[in-house]
């Protein structure tokens, strides 16, 4: 077993905020109002940024210098020990629980009397789980940093291609997402992640690693690496991209026993959720991130797309499709920061409820969060009297842990 060790998050700081954030709920709320509101607005015209589909190949290249990491797995039983990023993540990452399928309202200024917004102010805000970014000192972003590095170190220690395809799988995704968080606290604040630059290269295309002599970005694991040579759609859930619009930060690292419950999960609240698929007229708005996955995980597009939807929809989106079936565009793409105050911190440290070093914008999320689980309750998603925001890791519900993806 292969495992790495890195200098500590300042892990009880970090929960500090998220206890003080939740109290301060507690004193500034008298009620259980309802923290979304319909809007009429389509999806189309929603959002912050993204690309065009005929952005993105529609088949694969020759696979050149990435054929190194083509699968050949050898039957050794080597694993990887990820015991410290699931602490670490358990750590930083919020949960905000599933979709509510409903858009969050639009937000006041932050102060009395101010009509500046700092913080969230996107729809889908309250999808997807968000990380305390805004609360990392420099020690917290090293260690990611440290975690990220480690994990190249071990790619060039040992041949991952050898290793079982659900352990591999596990590397590629823990790899990737560190080093997004790892990148995300060198830049920090940073409000649209996607923007970043490294060397004159965007945040997703830049060159920032070599495994087996092979110079590698984030885009290459996925598109290059992941979608090539594992067919299961799935996987495209796996990876963290930094930004609202992304597949879900899980809050604990991926590992061969855990890997199929957690895509599972994912894919389920992705397709659920607005940033994954919306209606539209006589149409079916979905994410951009479908499109870049679609000539490695959907060749047959775009009945291969249908069919995986299908798989995962709950009633709504269920009906959406039956309606309008493969008549896909994609939608404008959330792309601000998946942290509590979307890369904006407030200038003003102090002015947080009593004093304290919380942003008030980070107090208004985890309020608006709790007022998203009154609705679920509602809903009948989500039962008992008090809920826990910050889940603990729960029993595999899925396929059988040692479920090869291939």
Request: glycine content about 8%.
């Amino acid at each position: 077993m292969f495992d790495f060790r890195s200098p500590a998050l300042r892990g009880v700081s970090l929960l500090a905020i998220a206890a003080a954030a939740l109290a301060a709920c507690e004193t500034t709320s008298s009620s259980d109002t309802a923290a979304t509101a319909e809007v009429d607005v389509a999806p189309d015209s929603v959002g912050d940024g993204g690309a065009s589909e005929s952005f993105y190949p529609l088949t694969l290249g020759e696979a050149g210098v990435f054929a190194a990491f083509e699968p050949a797995p050898t039957g050794r039983t080597t694993n990887i020990d990820y015991e410290v990023i699931s602490e670490a993540l358990e750590i930083i990452v919020f949960d905000t629980g599933p979709s509510t399928r409903i858009r969050a309202r639009d937000r006041q200024g932050t102060r009395a009397g101010s009509r500046i917004v700092k913080g969230h102010n996107s729809p889908y805000r309250l999808e997807g789980n968000k990380i305390f970014l805004s609360q990392f000192d420099d020690e917290s972003g090293n260690s990611f940093r440290e975690y990220a590095e480690n994990l190249v170190d071990i790619g060039n220690k040992i041949d991952i291609t050898t290793l079982p395809r659900n352990e591999q799988l596990a590397y590629w995704f823990n790899l990737h997402n560190m080093w997004v968080i790892a990148i995300l606290a060198d830049e920090y604040p940073v409000r649209y992640p996607e923007r970043i630059k490294i060397d004159g290269a965007l945040f997703h295309d830049a060159k920032i690693m070599n495994i087996s002599g092979v110079d590698l970005s984030l885009s290459d694991i996925r598109t290059n690496i992941v979608y090539r040579y594992w067919d299961d759609p799935r996987v495209m859930y796996g990876f963290f991209h930094g930004d609202l619009g992304s597949p879900s930060i899980d809050d604990e690292a991926y590992t061969s026993e855990n890997i199929n419950r957690i895509l599972d999960r994912n894919a389920r609240e992705f397709v659920n959720a607005l940033r994954g698929v919306q209606r539209g007229r006589s149409k079916v708005y979905i994410s951009k991130l479908y499109y870049e996955a679609r000539a490695g995980l959907f060749p047959n597009w775009p009945v291969d797309l249908l069919a995986h939807l299908e798989n995962f929809a709950d009633e709504e989106v269920s009906m959406i499709l039956l309606e309008n079936g493969a008549n896909f565009e994609a939608m404008k793409y959330p792309n601000r920061t998946a942290d509590m105050v979307g890369g904006d911190p407030s200038p003003d440290i102090n002015a947080g409820p009593s004093g304290s070093s919380t942003p008030p914008q980070l107090v208004e999320m985890v309020q608006e969060v709790r007022e998203k689980y009154v609705e679920l309750r509602r809903q009948g998603r989500i039962g008992g009297a008090r809920v826990i925001i910050i889940d603990e890791p729960t029993e595999d519900q899925g396929p059988p842990p040692d479920e090869t993806i291939d």
